[in-house]
């Protein structure tokens, strides 16, 4: 407000001077014919005088004004009611949330957020590309800048470090650490970074410089070869952003030796997020037969056989992966109990129900089977195959580990799922617990898509 009076004073102010420029005008044309010639030419140098000045002060005002317009960040403006859920916590402003933004803005920017009535909301980017509109990225009329991101990954690290083993994992997770789009993993020494929006992919230079001073890694690599960068209007890059490393980096998880591929790997290399569901396979797998399926580069199949499964069978379609599989079993000590298939599984599970072959224990951990809401119905039916599939190959007693990464898919449906293939299948399952992702993928309530990972563990049992 005080701007805007400021601005009304400054133009009235003007106004008077050429008012009193054009008066002068007329005050010399009307007495110019009685004076002398000496008072003309000072009059007239007076008059010019004037005039200079005031177009000086007009010009700079419009400059200083323009300048002051540049430096202001556009507005938008919410749809009445939106605000609530937005002070609420919610992350996200979708393209029919926005009643309209006022002032130019280019694809990427910082906006400023307002209610109808305008009070101001908070802070994020805006991509008029995405049906996300606008991300948000705080509530508070600060500035986004070096030390914004300082304080945000700081915190983010803190909690990490009360909370899990900070040697590998995930430092950074977009809206629920309050950094839209932004994935940070570390694995031992090195930094995996992903920015998946071009708002957040403006600061990436920023963010690598915070996380090398905070962090201090020997190494950081971008992962940004993912295909929802293109409909940011970003292209898909990866490569180096610090230093010149292997990109084959050797972790240690729950005692188990894991090679990690930082460069080729699904995502950012490896799926942290699981950590914690692989150990809960301590004592449902002791002295079992187990069948890993969709075993990626053999987590879940290590740490089957770390705590005392007898042998175990592993399926992965992507020969890459089961490659790295054999590596990680070989510096473990286990090659000579991991049977490591290549093939479809669907196939591979309809092949063993039909050939009577059977388990003590499967763990189902396939990739998201949708990427979108229009898609869900789809991916239920995939996962209700593959889950009446391994029901039917399960023994007597034993127990089923079956998870879902996609956030679409929520844990309501999945358990609904699991319920009909269970009836389909004629066996009584019973409940061990059901599982999210790990602690340093925390969870935002008021943005349930950060809850994506679930993981039931059931005993499945005859009628």
Known sequence: ????????????????????????????????????????????NFHICIKKKSLSLLTNHKKDNKLLFMNERA???????????????????????????????????????????????GRGYINPNSKIRVRVLTRKEEE??????????????????????????????????????????????????????????????????????????????????????????????????????DPLVEIEENGIRIIVDVENGQKTGYFLDQRENRMALKGIVDGAEVLDAF??????????????????????????????????????????????????????LRDFQKSGRTFDVVILDPPAFTKSQKMVRNALRGYKEINLRAIKI?????????????QHITSELFQGMIEDASFDSDRILRLVEFRNQAKDHPILLPHPESLYLKCGIYQVLKK
């Open 75 to 121: 507005r938008v403006i919410l749809k009445k009611g939106v605000h609530t859920k937005i002070v609420h916590g919610v992350p996200w402003i979708y393209d029919n949330e926005i009643l309209n933004v006022k002032r130019d803005f280019s694809p990427g920017d910082v906006v400023d957020i307002y209610d109808t009535g305008g009070s101001f909301i």
């Open 295 to 348: 075993c990626y580069t053999g987590s879940f199949a290590l740490h089957a056989l770390k705590y005392g499964a007898a042998d175990v069978t592993a399926i992965d379609i992507s020969s890459s992966s089961l490659e790295l599989a054999r590596k990680n079993a070989e510096i473990n000590g286990f090659s000579e109990k991991i049977d490591f298939m290549e093939g479809n599984v669907f196939d591979i």
């Open 144 to 245: 986004i800048d070096k030390e914004f991101f300082r304080e945000r990954i700081l915190r983010a690290w803190e909690y990490r470090k009360k909370l899990v083993d900070t040697r590998s994992c995930r430092i950074v997770f977009a809206e629920a650490d309050f950094l839209p789009a932004l994935i940070v993993d570390k694995f031992e020494d090195i930094l995996v970074i992903q920015t998946l929006a071009l708002g957040i992919d403006r600061f990436k230079d920023v963010i690598v410089e915070v996380l090398d001073e905070i962090i201090q890694p020997r190494g950081i690599y971008e992962r940004n070869d993912v295909p929802v960068r293109e409909v940011e209007g970003l292209p898909q890059v990866k490569g180096f952003l610090k230093g010149d490393f």
């Open 394 to 406: 399960i023994r007597d007693g034993g127990f089923l580990v079956t998870c879902s990464c996609s």
């Open 1 to 44: 407000m005080i701007v805007i009076f400021y601005q009304l004073f400054f133009i009235k102010k003007i106004y008077s001077i050429y008012f009193f420029v054009f008066t002068h005008d007329i005050f010399i044309i009307s007495v110019m014919k009685s004076l002398s010639i000496s008072i003309v030419v000072r009059i007239i």
